[in-house]
T-cell receptor, first 112, second 117 residues
Framework: GDSVTQMEGPVTLSEEAFLTINCTYT??????LFWYVQYPGEGLQLLLK?????DKGSNKGFEATYRKETTSFHLEKGSVQVSDSAVYFC???????????FGTGTRLQVTL | GAVVSQHPSRVICKSGTSVKIECRSL??????MFWYRQFPKKSLMLMAT?????????EQGVEKDKFLINHASLTLSTLTVTSAHPEDSSFYIC?????????????FGEGSRLTVL
């Protein structure tokens, strides 16, 4: 079946550091890939997505590139801020966008 | 963006009682809502798909008599955990799809933490 593996956290970084959160997947067919973010006390929010190989999703300074050859969708940001502290979930869907398979989530903590 | 609200955010109940969790789409109509369960340090697991006016579709391994889902209106779905036991303690999250297309964006509630004593 479909699955998503992402690095365990927590990830602790200083402000302005470079961020990478690794995400790899296994799926039947050609999945769409997503990153969701959950800020403290809030619901998951879509951060970015990519629907086909080599697509790059980007939003709020975050980027992720759909790599079919390595089945990866790593999340990157060049300079993190304290306000980026949250839990980040990698997810995929095959078929309809509604049925999402999530990774375990990676908690990011950014300090001054 | 669209807002989905869950209530209650935290609930503690005694073993054997039933607990109802509500999921509301506040500023849009949601034909389809989804219920997830999250165990500590585990990924979100889809429990069921709730369609307004019809029976929910449950994922394999989820007891439909244990987790009753009702989607009586376009803005409200409820999950009732019946005869709750300590192993039902978990974090329950709902999401709602905006629009009718299967590719419509999903909006998530903030989650409800259930603790069964």
């Amino acid at each position: 079946g479909d699955s998503v593996t992402q690095m365990e956290g927590p990830v602790t970084l200083s402000e302005e550091a470079f961020l990478t959160i690794n995400c790899t997947y296994t799926a039947t067919g050609y999945p769409s890939l997503f990153w969701y973010v959950q800020y403290p006390g809030e619901g998951l929010q879509l951060l970015l997505k990519a629907t086909k190989a080599d697509d790059k999703g980007s939003n709020k300074g975050f980027e992720a590139t759909y790599r079919k050859e390595t089945t990866s969708f790593h999340l990157e940001k060049g300079s993190v801020q304290v306000s980026d502290s949250a839990v980040y979930f990698c997810a995929l869907s095959t078929g309809t966008a509604s049925k999402l398979t999530f990774g375990t989530g990676t908690r990011l903590q950014v300090t001054l | 963006g669209a807002v989905v609200s869950q209530h209650p955010s935290r609930v503690i109940c005694k073993s054997g009682t039933s607990v109802k969790i509500e999921c509301r789409s506040l500023d849009f109509q949601a034909t389809t809502m989804f219920w997830y369960r999250q165990f500590p340090k585990k990924s979100l697991m889809l429990m069921a798909t709730s369609n307004e006016g019809s029976k929910a579709t449950y994922e394999q391994g989820v007891e439909k008599d244990k987790f009753l889902i009702n989607h009586a209106s376009l803005t409200l779905s409820t999950l009732t955990v019946t005869s709750a036991h300590p192993e039902d303690s978990s974090f329950y999250i709902c999401s709602a799809r905006q629009g009718l297309a299967s590719t419509g964006e999903l909006f998530f509630g903030e989650g409800s933490r259930l603790t069964v004593l």
